[in-house]
């Protein structure tokens, strides 16, 4: 989880990974006990690890068609097994606004005052007041099965919504990434609770495809990312510490002495515990017993 957040879906350096392994091997190799060298390891990462990069690689960054493929996977898989489906294989990668967006006037075109309706780079837009700036986005990107794909071709959101001939469009693309935050949207800009179902009245229908949608489901899928990797976090044991429960990162002066660590309000020791919300990749070790958030 770690080396995803800092090095594939961040800017971590390969010096500061090499740094870190060595730092784990040593506790490894010196501790005898593994859990506690588990344990160790973990206070480690919590100093190295940055939610607001990882925010803002996900969130202000163009990203790439592979990195992009990563990311949404992992979102499927997540959302499907939580309603209860099974694995969707063979997904393609869709540029929801595409490259080259068609622009020749017809009921099929993309309207460029439109899609620009909502901006405000005063408020929370980052990028360039045109179509080349927005369509590399991972709010502007989802995944579709090659049947829903193949025709979905540089036509406007609504055609692409509704489908045209054989392709039966975004709304039966069958994907509960898609049937939340693509065919539909939540109705609560702040939305951002996904470890709770998400029911149809919470839901609302969309009927165009602005850059204000791309800024918000860019969001939505940040914080869906924040779940599926969410590191273990560092708690102090003491019930009646203001630290208690409270996610707390190792003073860089005892990386190299973490297993002195205590907490500098109460002075007693952390334990970790593990998000019950990860990816299935990333449940809690079987032969560990840490507590779950």
């Known amino acids: 989880m770690f080396f995803i957040r800092c090095k594939t879906l961040g800017s971590g350096s390969a010096s500061t990974i090499e740094k870190i ?19 160790n390891i973990i206070k480690i990462i919590s100093y190295y690890d940055d939610e607001d990069e990882f925010k803002n690689y996900l969130t202000m960054t163009r990203i790439t068609d592979n990195t992009a493929k990563f990311v ?96 039966k469009g975004y709304k039966n693309s069958k994907l ?53 990797w969410k590191l273990p976090s560092v708690m102090c044991t003491n019930p009646d510490c203001t630290n208690h429960k409270v996610p707390v990162h190792a003073p860089v002066k005892l990386i190299d002495k973490i297993d002195t660590w205590k907490c500098e309000i109460c002075e007693n020791t952390f334990s970790i515990e593990w998000s019950e919300n990860v990816d299935r990749s990333y449940k809690i070790p079987k032969d560990y017993e840490f507590s779950y958030s």
């Open 21 to 39: 392994m060595f730092k784990s091997c040593g506790q490894i190799e010196n501790t005898a006990n593994s859990k506690i060298a588990l344990t």
């Open 176 to 228: 509960y990434l898609n049937e939340f935050t693509l065919k539909n949207k939540p109705k609560k800009i702040n939305f951002n609770d996904w470890t709770k179902a998400i029911t149809d009245s919470e839901l609302e229908s969309r009927t165009d495809w602005t850059v204000n949608d791309i800024h918000e489901r860019t969001l939505w899928l940040y914080q869906i990312s924040s779940l599926i």
């Open 72 to 167: 949404l996977q992992h979102i499927v898989d997540y959302l499907e097994i939580k309603y209860g489906c099974s694995r969707v294989p063979k997904m393609e990668l869709e540029h929801i606004l595409p490259k080259s967006p068609k622009s020749d006037g017809s009921k099929s075109s993309w309207d460029k005052n439109t899609f620009f309706s909502t901006y405000d780079d005063k408020v929370h837009h980052y990028a360039a007041k045109n179509f080349r700036a927005w369509h590399e986005r991972l709010g502007n990107l989802t995944l579709l099965t090659k049947t829903v794909n193949i025709d979905a071709r540089n036509y406007n959101f609504p055609t692409k919504l509704a489908g045209i001939n054989e392709f």
